[in-house]
C-alpha cells in the first residue's frame, strides 16, 4: 500500500517563506513525475509544480519565481520551497505521485495559511 506523508504547512505572514515535503512510502513502482497541487476554499484543485524523473520543472504562473520544486529520488521524497507567500495562496496543498504505468497516488494534504 503506497503512502504520500505531507509536512510543513501552517500559518505564516505574507512575505514569508514555508517549505513543504512529501514522502513516498509502501510498495511504490518506479516513480515517473512528483507534483504539488492545491485547492483553495471555493476553487478547483490545481497544479501548483510539478518535476520529472529527469529532473524537469514546470510551474504555475501565479508561483514562477517564488516557488522552487526539488526532489529526493532515493528518499521518494518531493519538497515545495514557498517564498514570497501570498495570502492568495492560502491553500491545502496536496502532494501527487505517478509512476512509470501512469498509476497515481494522492496525499492527505498539509494546510497553509498566508496572513496579511
Known amino acids: 500500500q503506497v503512502q504520500l506523508v505531507e509536512s510543513g504547512g501552517g500559518l505564516v505572514q505574507a512575505g514569508g517563506s514555508l517549505r513543504l515535503s512529501c514522502a513516498a512510502s509502501?510498495?511504490?513502482?518506479?516513480?515517473?513525475?512528483m507534483r504539488w497541487h492545491r485547492q483553495a476554499p471555493g476553487k478547483q484543485r490545481e497544479l501548483v509544480a510539478g518535476i520529472s524523473s529527469g529532473g524537469s520543472t514546470n510551474y504555475a504562473d501565479s508561483v514562477k519565481g517564488r516557488f522552487t520544486i526539488s526532489r529526493d529520488k532515493d528518499a521518494n521524497t518531493v519538497y515545495l520551497q514557498m517564498n514570497s507567500l501570498k495570502p492568495e495562496d492560502t491553500a491545502v496543498y496536496y502532494c501527487m505521485v505517478v509512476d512509470v504505468l501512469s498509476r497515481s497516488y494522492w496525499g492527505q494534504g498539509t494546510q497553509v495559511t498566508v496572513s496579511s
Open positions: 509502501g510498495i511504490i513502482f518506479r516513480i515517473n513525475a
